[in-house]
């Protein structure tokens, strides 16, 4: 009997000290000494930030996530999803992301140029005949406009690169995208589909010739057409198959699902120096018809939800090269051919790449950086960036439409840059 209770007693020790002994393991790997290069000291500066803008009622709430080395260094789900119901804010809250749609949709265009299916200097009307040929509306010094031919075809690069000249309808001819009803980026509450619209627009007249200009519009709301139309599928049922399947982000979709209305982040727009809940649906200021609506509309360029976790292993993938635990979505070369600037000096003194801008210089901000460093935005305030030199991903999640002037997003970097202090 002594020696059966002794014998269980070594065993339960033994099953006891498994996980500490695999912890010490885990601390000794050489990924978990790498991390170590980021002070979890000063990483903790951002929980004050974030925690301070909400006591100030600048931010709602939202969720703020890093990874470096393909280890989550900081994580921290702020403040309240929703303030008026008192339901805090959850790591997995679900987010309006916007225009953080457009990289997603833009890794589609590469995967089918990968296949076979497309290169992307050809003509767009190859893929969307309508697109043949279009016209370009130029302003005259006294008011009003001409309507030009247009010097060239569009091709499937200018629209990642948004050189186009295809704008969101507010140029110079914008009294006749009004009239055919396509201004702003919000497709949510509409009972048409984006292809359809999209076949409408190409009558209209652009605001740039092609490859003239950055022209920030519906570029990738197009391509999410071309995509629809070279595989067959519905840009919802491509992306799940192709994009968000294979890399398990469970929780991204173009509509919510109305088992996750729970989770689903409260628009606020700042009145008066203080947050109100957004109109419902409230269109582009307000909250969409993200969960109740048609949900036929797919929209590539701004249709998107999902959550800091889901997005961050989307970027991962990215900086990994194209692959993500066992599942390649696109080759190295694609990754890189992506991530260089391929629109001269019409983006400025930084570059744009095939689906986001491309840092090329340091010191015009005032912030911290590193060159070839890659991201976007999305227009309910969130934010992404990839920067490879320190092998780092960071996604910030929150759903603000107009910010009241909210300086969040420059000081997240100086904190989070300040929290590298090695390799």
């Known amino acids: 009997m002594i020696r059966t209770a002794t014998s269980r007693l070594l065993l339960l020790a033994a099953l006891v000290a498994a996980p500490l002994q695999a912890q010490l393991v885990a601390q000794t790997t050489p990924a978990a000494q790498r991390v170590e290069g980021t002070s ?9 930030l974030l925690d301070d803008y909400v006591a100030q009622g600048k931010l709602a709430g939202g969720v703020l996530r890093v990874q470096r080395h393909g280890q989550v260094v900081y994580e921290h789900a702020f403040g309240m999803r929703d303030r008026e119901a008192k339901d805090s804010m959850r790591a997995d809250g679900i987010f309006r992301i916007a225009s953080q749609t457009k990289a997603l949709v833009s890794v589609g265009i590469m995967m089918l140029q990968e296949e076979g299916k497309l290169l992307i200097d050809q003509p767009l009307s190859r893929y969307l005949p309508e697109w043949e040929k279009t016209t370009v509306a130029v302003a005259k010094s006294g008011g009003g406009y001409d309507v030009v031919p247009a010097k060239r075809r569009i091709t499937i690069r200018d629209l990642l690169t948004h050189t186009a000249g295809i704008g969101y309808g507010y ?42 200009a950055f022209v920030y519009g519906y570029n990738t709301d197009i391509l999410g057409a071309v995509i629809e139309a070279v595989s067959g599928q519905t840009l919802a049922e491509f992306l799940k198959a192709r994009l968000f399947v294979p890399l398990r982000m469970t929780s991204t ?83 890189k051919l992506m991530t260089v600037n391929h629109a001269g000096t019409l983006y400025g003194s930084d570059g744009f790449g095939l689906g986001f801008s ?55 970097r100086a904190l989070i840059y300040a929290a590298i202090i090695g390799k």
Not at 40 to 48: F, G
Not at 172 to 196: C, H, L, M
């Open 40 to 48: 979890r000291a000063r990483l903790r500066n951002l929980t004050t």
């Open 171 to 212: 140029g110079p001819a914008s009294d006749q995208w009004k009239a055919a009803g396509i201004q702003g980026w919000y497709f949510a509450d509409r009972n048409e589909t984006v292809a359809a619209v999209v076949k409408r627009m190409a009558a209209l007249p652009m605001d740039a010739q092609p490859g003239a």
């Open 253 to 335: 979709a173009f509509y919510v699902d109305p088992a996750n209305r729970r989770r689903f982040a409260t628009v606020y727009t700042a009145v008066n120096a203080k947050l109100e809940p957004s109109p419902t649906p409230g269109a582009m200021t307000g909250q969409g018809a993200y969960v109740d609506g048609p949900r036929i509309a797919f929209s590539g360029g701004a249709g998107i939800t999902s959550t800091a976790g889901d997005y961050a292993r989307f970027l991962q993938m990215l900086l990994n090269g194209g692959q993500l635990d066992g599942a390649r979505i696109l080759s190295p070369t694609t990754v």
């Open 358 to 412: 491309i840092k090329q210089t340091l010191g015009t901000s005032g912030l911290p950086g590193s060159l070839g460093e890659y991201g976007w935005g999305g227009a309910y305030h969130s934010t992404y960036w990839v920067d490879p030199q320190e092998d780092m991903v960071v996604t910030y999640m929150t759903n603000l439409n107009d910010t009241g002037g909210v300086d969040d997003h420059q000081r997240i």
